[in-house]
């Protein structure tokens, strides 16, 4: 198993423009989840997802929006990219069996800097 | 919303002292995980607590979940290099799906 697979790992955009950091996990995971992890933030929760076609807001939503059309895949869209967007990403999936949260794997995240 | 407050946010220790980071929930928690992020890496679930007073020991480290469900702790015995990093928690509230609320993190930095 690849477990979660975050791409890119690296990404430079300027002002205004948008793109899409893609996340997936190979283990059945019914949560999926974005954060950014800014110094002295911590990890703050973007968009989640209970399971494939339901997504919700977390606590710092906007300028990104997400969807969820398979178990698989859950990319995170930046539609018009700004300075303090400059972040690294983090994706994560758990299962859901026995509880709502569980073990929450994380991807090797994406560090985006905005110009 | 909820918050979960974490101290300090900066810890620095000789190789072989003892460390402790806490955990405070503005809500009562349903449950509280811990997780490690070494330095340029990402966070490592390490252990999750379920029941009211509950503390769980996984060698040098040891987690308690307070009685009321609204505080937690991390303690390491003996620290080593190998220690080093971030240690968040994160808290569920439960009764929905507003998802996992992380602490903003104990950096744990060890000199030799």
């Known amino acids: 198993n690849a477990g979660v697979t975050q791409t890119p790992k690296f990404q430079v955009l300027k002002t205004g423009q948008s793109m899409t950091l893609q996340c997936a996990q190979d283990?059945?995971?019914?949560?999926m989840s974005w954060y950014r992890q800014d110094p002295g933030m911590g990890l703050r929760l973007i968009h989640y997802?209970?399971?494939?076609?339901?997504?919700d807001q977390g606590e710092v939503p906007n300028g990104y929006n997400v969807s969820r059309s398979t178990t698989e895949d859950f990319p995170l869209r930046l539609l018009s990219a700004a300075p303090s967007q400059t972040s690294v990403y983090f994706c994560?999936?758990?299962?859901?069996?026995?509880?709502?949260?569980?073990?929450?794997?994380f991807g090797p995240g994406t560090r985006l800097t905005v110009l | 919303g909820q918050q979960v407050m974490q101290i300090p946010q900066y810890q620095h220790v000789q190789e072989g002292e003892d460390f402790t980071t806490y955990c405070n929930s503005s809500?009562?928690?349903?449950?509280i995980q811990w997780y490690k992020q070494r330095p340029g890496g990402h966070p490592v679930f390490l252990i999750q607590?379920?029941?009211?007073?509950e503390v769980k020991k996984q060698k040098r480290l040891t987690f308690q979940f307070g009685e009321a469900k609204k505080n937690s702790s991390l303690h390491i015995t003996a620290t080593q290099t190998t220690d080093v990093g971030t240690y968040f928690c994160?808290?569920?509230?439960?009764?929905?799906?507003?998802?996992?609320?992380f602490g903003k993190g104990t950096h744990l930095i060890i000199q030799p």
């Open positions: 283990m059945n995971h019914e949560y």
């Open positions: 607590l379920v029941k009211s007073g």
């Open positions: 997802s209970v399971g494939a076609g339901i997504t």
């Open positions: 994160a808290g569920y509230s439960g009764g929905g799906a507003d998802g996992l609320t």
């Open positions: 809500t009562t928690l349903s449950n």
């Open positions: 994560a999936s758990s299962r859901r069996s026995g509880g709502p949260y569980n073990e929450q794997f």
